[in-house]
């Protein structure tokens, strides 16, 4: 995701409005804070990871802390980090997928 939405941000002009699927209307300066939000919660989860933190042991500890509020829109906390830990570990998300609500759906 990071990889792609870097991509994006270098197609679209400064001046562009950005549509996202969720969440208002975007600038290419909102998308690039989204992007260090992807870039640093990735890194708060491998550090955790690599501490021999477990998903739960993360979520107990907030190692998420500062994006907190965040947390409480379409993708929980737990979920990002279940994701995160997932793409970190190369496994995926952990079934059922629910980052958007839909237990039964599954990423393609």
Same mark, same amino acid.
């Given at each position: 995701?990071?990889?792609?939405?870097?991509?994006? +941000?270098? +197609?679209?002009?400064?001046?562009?409005? *950005?549509?996202?699927?969720?969440?208002? *209307?975007?600038?290419?300066?909102?998308? =690039?804070?989204?992007?260090?939000? +992807?870039?640093?919660? =990735?890194? !708060?989860?491998?550090?955790? &990871?690599?501490?021999?933190?477990?998903?739960?042991?993360?979520?107990?500890?907030?190692?998420?802390? &500062? $994006?907190?509020? +965040?947390?409480?829109?379409? *993708?929980?906390?737990? *979920?990002?980090?279940?994701?995160? !830990?997932?793409?970190?570990?190369?496994?995926?998300?952990?079934? /059922? $997928?629910?980052?958007?609500?839909?237990?039964?759906?599954? /990423?393609?």
């Amino acid at each position: 995701m990071i990889a792609g939405v870097e991509k994006v +941000l270098t +197609l679209v002009p400064e001046d562009a409005k *950005i549509i996202p699927g969720h969440g208002a *209307i975007s600038t290419p300066a909102d998308v =690039r804070k989204f992007v260090e939000m +992807l870039k640093d919660t =990735r890194a !708060l989860v491998a550090k955790a &990871a690599d501490d021999g933190k477990t998903a739960a042991e993360m979520e107990a500890d907030h190692v998420l802390a &500062a $994006y907190e509020s +965040l947390g409480k829109g379409f *993708i929980k906390t737990e *979920i990002w980090i279940d994701l995160l !830990l997932g793409d970190i570990q190369h496994q995926g998300p952990a079934p /059922p $997928y629910q980052a958007h609500g839909h237990a039964d759906e599954q /990423p393609k």
